[in-house]
Antibody, heavy 120, light 110 residues
Framework: QVHLVESGGGVVQPERSLRLSCAASGFDFSTYGMHWVRQAPGKGLEWVAVIRFDGSNKYYADSVKGRFTISRDNSKNILYLQMSSLRAEDTAVYYC?????????????WGQGTLVTVSS | NFMLTQPHSVSTSPGMTATISCTRSSGNIANSYVQWFQQRPGSVPNIVIFEDDERPSGVPDRFSGSIDSSSNSASLTISRLQTEDEADYYCQSYDNNTWVFGGGTKLTVL
C-alpha cells in the first residue's frame, strides 16, 4: 500500500537551513506530483509547495517563496524540501502528500509528518 | 489569491446532522473542485470528500458534499452523527497554481 515517511525535522536556529525528506513506497512515485503541507502547533493546514511528477514545474506558497525549494529524486523515490532563512513562524509539522491527477484527487495520501521547530 | 472561510466551531448531538460551510472569497467556487479533510486529534488529515461531492471508498455515506454558486460556498454535511465524527474538518480548493485550505472547523459531538 501507499506509504510516505517524512524525516529530517528537528530544532533549528532562526536564519539557518534544514532539509526534509519524504520516502515514498507502494506506488509509482515517478508518475505522481507531490505536495508539502504544514501545520503549526494548534493551527490549521497550510499548503507549502508542489512539484510535478518529473520535476518540471514547482509552485510555492507566498509565505515560503524564495526561501524553500522543493525537489525530488525519482531514482530513489524521495521528495525533498530544502528550507533556508528559517523563521519562528515556520515552526510546524511538515507533511508530504500525493498530488492529484485525472482520476485521483489531490492529497489522497499523507505521511505522518515531521516536526520542525525554529528557535534560538 | 483567494481564501476559504469556515466557521471556527460547530457543535451538535449524536444522531443529528452537522453542516460545515466553506466560503470562497474571490473567484467562482464552481471553477475548481473542493475537497474536505477530517483530522482527528493527533492524527493525519484524511480525505472524506473530493471533487465537490464524491466520497472515497471507505468513507460512510453519512458524509456528503455540495457547492452553492449563489453563496460561492461549499458545504460538508454529516448525518446521523457519531461521537467518532468529532474532529477538525478542512475544506480545500485550487486556483492558478495555488492550493488553499480553509482555516478549519472543530466539530464537537456531545
Amino acid at each position: 500500500q501507499v506509504h510516505l515517511v517524512e524525516s529530517g525535522g528537528g530544532v533549528v536556529q532562526p536564519e539557518r537551513s534544514l532539509r526534509l525528506s519524504c520516502a515514498a513506497s507502494g506506488f509509482d512515485f515517478s508518475t505522481y506530483g507531490m505536495h508539502w503541507v504544514r501545520q503549526a502547533p494548534g493551527k490549521g493546514l497550510e499548503w507549502v509547495a508542489v512539484i510535478r511528477f518529473d520535476g518540471s514545474n514547482k509552485y510555492y506558497a507566498d509565505s515560503v517563496k524564495g526561501r524553500f525549494t522543493i525537489s525530488r529524486d525519482n531514482s530513489k523515490n524521495i521528495l525533498y524540501l530544502q528550507m533556508s532563512s528559517l523563521r519562528a513562524e515556520d515552526t510546524a509539522v511538515y507533511y508530504c502528500a500525493r498530488a492529484g491527477g485525472t482520476s485521483w484527487p489531490d492529497f489522497d495520501y499523507w505521511g505522518q509528518g515531521t516536526l520542525v521547530t525554529v528557535s534560538s | 489569491n483567494f481564501m476559504l472561510t469556515q466557521p471556527h466551531s460547530v457543535s451538535t448531538s449524536p444522531g443529528m446532522t452537522a453542516t460545515i460551510s466553506c466560503t470562497r472569497s474571490s473567484g467562482n467556487i464552481a471553477n475548481s473542485y473542493v475537497q474536505w479533510f477530517q483530522q482527528r486529534p493527533g492524527s493525519v488529515p484524511n480525505i472524506v470528500i473530493f471533487e465537490d461531492d464524491e466520497r472515497p471508498s471507505g468513507v460512510p455515506d453519512r458524509f456528503s458534499g455540495s457547492i452553492d454558486s449563489s453563496s460561492n460556498s461549499a458545504s460538508l454535511t454529516i448525518s446521523r452523527l457519531q461521537t467518532e465524527d468529532e474532529a477538525d474538518y478542512y475544506c480545500q480548493s485550487y486556483d492558478n497554481n495555488t492550493w488553499v485550505f480553509g482555516g478549519g472547523t472543530k466539530l464537537t459531538v456531545l
